[in-house]
């Protein structure tokens, strides 16, 4: 049990694990693993607190019904696995702005925060748009061969490394 307390666990061991917990979503569920419908999800449960029943008329909602589904629980799940994997390896700390923000544009959490909100707008339009994320196309997409789920992953990376780029390199 000396692994449950690693900073860092084997890259080998953590994809061994995606690809039974893949397996395993497709048995269970008959659904690949994703995530980002679920903040679609999440996005009609707090509409409906504020125009009611109303949201559920609307003919996306109809298709991606606010309501809190596996997909809403693995997102939990990941975000509570985070938090206790930090604690039990004692890696765990309260920061607003990583040590390489920091060394390129300073300590101001503000900028770092707005930077954040941006990519993450970027992130789930662009996810809705194709259709899946980095979960569905990256892992799910991709283990069953789809050509397109390969494609986004490509982009994936691609996109990353040239927003990174500009980011650090150009920007800062």
């Known amino acids: 049990m000396e692994w449950l307390t690693e900073t860092r666990w ?10 039974v917990l893949s397996w395993l979503t497709f048995v269970i569920s008959k659904k690949p693993v994703g995530c ?9 449960m707090i509409e409906k607190v504020f125009r009611g029943e109303k949201v559920e008329q609307k003919l996306y ?3 991606v019904k606010p309501v809190i589904d596996w997909e809403w629980m693995l997102v939990l799940g ?16 309260l920061r607003w702005v990583p040590s390489r923000w920091i060394s ?8 770092r925060v ?3 909100v941006i990519g993450g707008i970027f992130l789930g339009f662009g996810a809705r748009w194709a259709g ?14 789809a ?12 996109g990353g490394i040239a927003a990174a780029f500009l980011l650090f390199n150009l920007i800062g």
């Open 78 to 93: 990941i975000v509570f696995g985070a938090f206790l994997s930090s604690l039990l390896s004692g890696d765990f700390q």
């Open 114 to 116: 707005i930077m954040a």
């Open 104 to 111: 390129v544009f300073g300590p101001a959490p503000v900028p």
């Open 61 to 63: 909602y109809q298709e």
């Open 36 to 44: 980002s419908t679920a903040f679609a999800r999440t996005s009609g």
């Open 10 to 19: 084997s890259p080998y061991a953590v994809g061994i694990g995606i690809g």
């Open 147 to 158: 050509l397109s789920s390969w494609i986004s992953a490509v982009c994936f990376f691609v």
């Open 132 to 145: 899946g994320c980095t979960s569905g196309h990256g892992i799910s997409g991709t283990l069953q061969l």
